[in-house]
């Protein structure tokens, strides 16, 4: 009975001190404001999942979410510059382009705007002195995708990328590089226009019969590659960064071998929860490390259990 006691006690404490925190703003005190910045282009639903996740967290937190997106360099960084002269009470970005975003960077962290990175630089991240990042170490998760390829007996792979000179794409490939024992070639593909990715790949491998496995860096082009695949009457297997709910169809069919899975979801309700920790309690997380949300395989093994998440929009 003594422990109970004890235990409702602590409980209690806790839930007062989480009301406290965050309990609604008294009508005198101005709404915190997060501005989250990303390099999405326009009909990969991949940004939907963070977006949900970051929308989650502002509502969990009360506070108010402006969200941008340009897949191109100097667009996301001007973004930033504008979101400055707003006067925000802090940033969550992806570093997708940390060379060109540098001077942007600075003029927020000049203005006293805290940043957490997430999702792209996270080889970068603190370079750029960002207080925070949140994802999964794409080097890491290509090292993981090698290591698959070489269990699987690949022999010839190609690494689809869609945004040539995108840091975290990039490390995607580094990785696979670093431990894949095969052939490793890179085949950029000009954003998300269908069409004419499924008509370079089909050409690549009708011009290359050798190859016995594609990557795609992104879920929303897994699809489009097995049109390329079929039409090129190659038998080539398949497997994806990213995932949505058509890849876990596609996986479930056995089309699809692997998605990897970095949570996206988790990403943006981080990214915005540990900026309102940070303004309401002067928190920062991970210990100096990034805070990793993957990489984790989905597979025939697992796919069932994360399919249901996956429906819900959340994986």
Sequence with gaps: MKAKTALATAAS??????ATLAGPAHAEDKQMTIAMITHAQPGD??????????NAAAEKDHVKLIYLADPTAAKEAQLISNVVQQHVDGIALTLAFPDAMAKNVKEAQDAGIPIV?????????????LLMYVGQDENIAGQAVGEQLNKEGAKS?????????????????????????????ILYVTGYDMPTVKSRVQAKLQQDTAIDYIVTLGAP???????????????????????TPQAVGLIKSGKLQWAIDQQPFVEGYLAVDLLWLNKIN???????????TGPAFV???NVDEVEKFAKAGTR
């Design 157 to 185: 792979v190609v690494c689809v990328d869609q945004q040539q000179g995108a840091v975290q794409l990039e490390e995607r490939c580094d990785g696979i590089k670093a431990t894949f024992k095969g052939k490793f070639e």
């Design 13 to 18: 404490a806790v839930a007062c001190l989480a």
């Design 45 to 54: 639903t991949f940004w939907d999942i963070i977006r949900k996740g970051a």
């Design 117 to 129: 990175g997430f999702n792209a630089g996270g080889d970068d991240w603190k370079k750029a002195g």
């Design 299 to 301: 597979n025939k093994s």
């Design 221 to 243: 082009f897994a699809p489009t590659v097995l049109d390329a695949i079929t039409a090129s009457g190659n038998s080539v297997k398949l497997g994806t960064f990213d995932l």
């Design 282 to 292: 002067g928190d920062t997380v991970g210990g100096g490390g990034p805070v990793l």
